[in-house]
Each structure stands twice: as C-alpha cells, then as structure tokens.
C-alpha cells in the first residue's frame, strides 16, 4: 500500500497563528490531498510546543499558570486549522502524556548509547533561540534571529555528542541529494556541516526552568526545548512499538520554514540516527512571507491580520495564492492588493467564467444535460483534449517535487486555453443551424470534460471549489474519493447527466480602486465583444441584396416595420428600424440582410431575415451596396 506522512512544525503557543503558520500548514494539508488524490493512504500531523522558557514568560505576562496558558493558546491553534480547510489527522502537544513518556525513552536510550555526557560550559546563550550560540555564528556580535547580543551563561548541563555524526550526515546527504529540498536549502546545511558541529546542550537545570520535561536519568534538569519538539514527529505515531510509527516513518516528509533548518537539517538527523533511527524522506523548506502586519484594509476599512483575510475573500481563494504567489522555497511578498488581483484575475475571469460559460451553454442548448460526443472531433477539440492530457501530467510531476505553483501555472493554461476555444468555436454560432448540432454536442462535451478535470485538479488547493465544480457538473463521487487516476480520464462524464447552471464561482471584488475608474469611465460604446472566427463560420452566413417592395408600420408598435423583400424571391421580415427609417421612405430602397437566420416570430409576425444597420449613437444607418445590384446578390 502506498503511504504518506506528512508534518508541520510543532508552533509555539507564545504568538497566535499568523501567516506564516497558516502557510507552512496549508502547504502540508494540500500535499496531503494530493497524495489522497493519488490514491495513497495518509497521515498529516500539526501541533504546537508548549515547553521552554519563552513560554513560562508568557504565561508569566498574561498572570496565569503556565499549564493554563498553554492550554488556551494550544486551543486557538487547533480551532484556527479547519477554518481555513485543513483536515489534519493529528493535533500533538509537547504536554501530552504520551508525548513527555517517548521523548523519555528517547533520551534514555541516547543517554544508555553513550551519547549524552554531563559537563560544565560557559557560554553565549540567546533566550530567544532558547541555545548557546558560538562566537562565528554571531553576525556583529548579535544572535543573526534577534537581533539581539546573547548574554553570558554558565552552567553544568547534559550535552549530546552531535558532532559524532557530522561524518555521516555528510554522506547521507551526498548519498541522498532530495533529502533537503529545495536544493538551495541542502546547500546550505552542506556548508554549516563544512565547519566542525559542536556537541548540543540538551538540558537545562530545574531551579532555572521548570516548565519543561523531567530528564529520566536526572531529576534535577529538565530537557532542553529541540529534544523535546523534534520527537513529537516520532510520538504522535507511537513509536517506538505502534504500528502507525511502522507504516508511516520510512515516508515521512517533513514541512518547515527557513528559520527552523538547522535543527531540522543538523540536530534531527544526528539524534535519529544515535536512536536507531532511520532519517526521514525529505525535509521540504519554504522561505518567508514578508508582509505588513497592521496595514489597513482597503476595502473592509479596518486594520486586519492578513490571516483575517481569508474569511473575508473566502478560504479558498486565499489558499489559492498562498500556494500560486510563493515559489517554494523562495520569499514572497503578502499584500491584500495581490490577494484581490488574483482572485479577479485568475478566479473570477479565468475559472469562473470558463465554468459559468460552459454550465450557462449546456442549460441552453442541451437543457441542462450532459450531451455525447456527437461528431468526430476536429482538430480544435483534439487539442483541446491533448493540453488538458498534458496538463494533468505536468501537474502529476510537478506537486511531489513541491512545484505547487507551477502545477497551477499548467492548469491555468488549460483554462486559458479552454477559453480561447470557446471564442473560436462561438457555439453561439453553431446552435443557429440545426444541421450543427452534432458538432455543437462535441463542442459542449469537450468543454465538460477539461472542466471536469480543472474541478479535480483543484481539489487539494481549493477543496469546496472543487466540489461545488464537480456537484454542478453532476459527478456524483465526494471530493474525498477522488482519484486522479479514474477520475480525469478523458469523456467520464455521463451522458444526460443533469448539470446546474447556478451561481458564479468567484464573484469579482470590486476594489476602491476599480469603483473609481468605473465611475470615470465615460459610458463609451459598448466594447466589441466578437470573439475571432473562421472563414469557414463567415461562410456560413448568407448575406444578400434585397430591394424592398413593400413596408408598413407593425400596429401597437414603435420600432417595428413590416418589409416585403426582392431577393430573387420575396421575403417577409420585421426590423427594428421604423424610430430612424419611417415605412414611407423605405419603398424602393436596396438593403444588405442575412438570408439564412432562423425564421423568428416578432409582434407575432414571422421574420425571415435580418436587415442590416450600422449603430451610430441613437442613430441606425442602412448598409446599402455600391450602386445597383440585382436583387438576391450574394455578398461575400
Ligand atoms: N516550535 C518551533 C518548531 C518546532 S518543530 C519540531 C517553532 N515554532 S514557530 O511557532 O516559531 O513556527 C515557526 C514556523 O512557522 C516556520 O518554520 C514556518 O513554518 C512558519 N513561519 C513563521 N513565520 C513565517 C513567515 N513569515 N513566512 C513563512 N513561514 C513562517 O519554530
């Protein structure tokens, strides 16, 4: 059986979830989704670290007992995830009793190895990192996180002999170069490991910090805050003797920001392998979003925490930027601005209005039915057909090696690309001509089928939007049963499956900005909204010479006039043009008109053709041809 175990780092309870929190777990949630889409059975673990001295000041600020504020800030972790769509499958606290008995075996089986001595050190210690910096690691005397000089420090502690695996890890990193991705990253912990490691203080003495977890070989110290977090990876699926921690730790990959690479990239490894431990998979690193805390929102006038954005613009688009405006591994910048381009960008026009057009078509030409494949596809549909294929490969390839940007990139394209074929094909045009409509079915069901592949495709990043896609497409399956494999395969879809029409995806978020440049606007003619045709769909219009014989008001009416037309034969046909061209001075004229319209019934009067004007402001102008021409001309 295919398995996948994913993490996030444990978060401390000294902040409330941010941002960068939220993105570091969304990441992981859509990677977890796509494995499920894969078929793979999965595991996503999250938690907080409730440990260390940061913590016990906090709670020390806010007055209460450390257990109390871990508690409550713990909470506010947890409620945050399924707020913003994450289905994690375990929630681990560093204060969980399962937690503190397995990092006590882990520490007594290092410490009965050998690996953990006792020894006096005086050194550099940052109370924010919570460690003793070296001297070369200090950038301007300053701990290169905070900022900050570290201040002096000398105690007896219990260290653990890291610098033993130095050798190893180097050549487990060479042997394995996707273990640390991407690469820039496993460059960078290559090149810490060009220095000699020093040995890592694991503990700290109990009158100094109590809020920690007893050493089981010494009651006097408690243990120092990376022994404590980093087991958790191991805890939460009961190592060392459950059959989860069997199953799931030869697959796990872990999700980190930079900061936390060290640990992560160093000490893990080295206390794994003096476990017994075999490393994990891949260690995926994400760089920084840089945002500004505090700035107003434009549209919703008060000061929000970009996290409080997400119930605002919905969560969905929310979890579609982080994942499309940040290269993993890469920095980004989070602003509200680039938050509502995208979504009026890429959710609104592209998405939404592919959906709303193909649904709004399939209602209209096929009474809200599936139709089948009706003639042979052409070349337009073969590749259409093809760049979706194609799509689907790309996005297959690119999510595992953590391009989750580049997936959306592809399937972006198809949408484009899906759009672009609708304004080429005009299925307005073809549903005019009843011999069309075979051709019309396999229009309209090539349409449905990409769009059923974009409502799979989007399904971890956007998981209601992709249900509500696949509930209106009338897929019957839950977006938790989706298989990639099954589920994009070209023509699924049923035939006569009832589609509904409803409401657009996205609606657009009309910013202060765009409200401005609206009401500017000078009310011009409408813009040209024809879209780009073939010859072969001019040609099949049939546009003639007509000499009008007769023409007479339509009762009760201010715009219509009756018109009996000379095109080699005589044809009834109501236009709209008796306000500008009253009937009397319309005897005698020549006329351009469409021949081949499908007849319709206006004032209860059959109309067998369409005169042509040009709109000029209020006015309407008669296209007349160049001198005489014989009635039923044809003009091409
Ligand atoms: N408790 C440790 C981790 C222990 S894991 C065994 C810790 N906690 S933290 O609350 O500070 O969370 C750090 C993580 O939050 C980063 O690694 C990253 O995942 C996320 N982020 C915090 N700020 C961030 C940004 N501005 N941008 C992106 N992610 C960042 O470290």
């Known amino acids: ?34 494995h499920k889409l894969m078929g793979f059975t999965t595991f996503f673990l999250t938690g907080t670290d409730e440990h260390g001295d940061k913590i016990a000041q906090a709670a020390q600020a806010a007055g209460i007992e450390p257990k109390a504020y871990v508690d409550r800030m713990s909470g506010i972790f947890r409620q945050t995830w399924p707020k913003l769509n994450i289905e994690n499958d375990k929630f681990i606290r560093t204060t969980d009793s399962e937690h503190v008995k397995v990092v006590q075996y882990v520490l007594q089986k290092v410490f009965d190895a050998g690996e953990i001595y006792f020894s006096a050190y005086k050194g550099l210690y940052c109370v924010g990192c919570e460690r003793f910096y070296a001297e070369r690691e200090l950038v301007d005397g300053k701990c290169p996180d905070h900022d900050r000089p570290p201040v002096e420090r000398e105690e007896a502690n219990y260290f653990f002999r890291m610098s033993k695996y130095q050798d190893w890890l180097i050549g487990h990193l060479e042997a394995n170069p996707g273990c640390i991705r991407p690469e820039r990253y496993r460059n960078e912990v290559v090149s810490f490991l060009r220095e000699p490691l020093e040995d890592l203080c694991i503990s700290r003495p109990v009158e100094r910090l ?49 900061d936390i690479l060290k640990p992560h990239g160093i000490y893990w490894p080295a206390m794994l392998k003096a476990a017994g431990i075999s490393m994990y998979r891949h260690l995926n690193v994400h760089g920084y979003w840089r945002t500004d805390e ?65 649904l709004a078509m399939t209602a209209r030409y096929f009474d809200e ?137 996205f609606p657009r978020v009309e910013t202060d900005k765009a409200k401005e440049k609206k009401k500017m606007e000078v009310p011009a003619s409408p813009a040209p909204e024809a879209p780009v045709i073939d010859m072969e769909v001019f040609r099949q219009v049939d546009l003639r010479v007509g000499l009008i014989k007769k023409a007479e008001k339509v009762p009760k009416s201010e715009k219509l006039v009756k018109l009996i037309v000379d095109i080699g034969e005589e044809r009834q046909i109501v236009a709209g043009i008796a306000k500008t061209h009253p009937p009397e001075t319309l005897v005698g004229r020549q006329v351009v008109l469409v021949a081949n319209l499908k007849p319709v019934k206006l004032m209860g009067i059959e109309s067998h053709g369409m005169i042509l004007a040009a709109v000029d402001g209020q006015e309407l102008r008669l296209v007349v041809p160049e001198g005489n021409v014989t009635p039923g001309g044809k003009i091409s």
């Open 1 to 34: 059986m295919n398995r996948f175990y994913v993490t996030t780092p444990i978060y401390y309870v000294n902040a409330e979830p941010h941002i960068g929190h939220a993105y570091t777990t969304i990441v992981a949630d859509v990677m977890n989704r796509f």
């Open 369 to 505: 039915k599936t139709p089948p494949f009706g003639s042979e596809p052409d070349s337009m549909d073969i590749a259409l057909r093809e760049k979706t294929e194609d799509t689907i490969s790309q996005y297959r390839e690119e999510i595992p090696r953590l391009g989750f940007h580049k997936a959306l990139t592809a399937v972006w394209e198809c949408i484009g690309a899906a759009n672009k074929y609708i304004d080429y094909v005009a299925p307005w045009n073809l549903a005019k001509d009843a011999r069309l409509f075979p051709r019309l079915q396999t229009v309209m069901r090539t349409l449905l089928e990409v769009n059923k592949v974009v409502g799979v495709l989007v399904c971890p990043f956007m998981p209601s939007t992709s249900a509500k896609m696949l509930e209106r497409l009338g897929v019957e399956k839950k977006t938790a049963d989706l298989r990639l494999a099954e589920d994009t395969v070209w023509g699924s879809l049923k035939e006569g499956t009832r589609v509904i029409k409803g409401e657009s995806l």
């Open 210 to 258: 109590a809020w920690g977890i007893p050493l089981p070989f010494d009651k006097n110290y408690v243990t120092y805050v990376w022994f404590d977090a980093l087991i958790n990876y191991l805890s939460a699926i009961d190592y060392p003797d459950g059959e989860l921690y069997r199953d799931l730790w030869p697959v796990v990959q872990h999700f980190i920001g930079k």
């Open 294 to 358: 505090g700035k107003m929102s434009k549209s919703h006038g008060t000061v929000v925490r970009p996290l409080d954005l997400a119930p605002l613009y919905g969560l969905d688009a929310f979890r579609y930027f982080l994942l499309r405006e940040m290269a993993f591994g890469l920095d980004a910048n989070f602003s509200e601005e680039a938050l509502v381009q995208r979504i009026n960008a890429d959710l609104a026009n592209d998405l939404g209005n592919l959906f709303s057009r193909t």
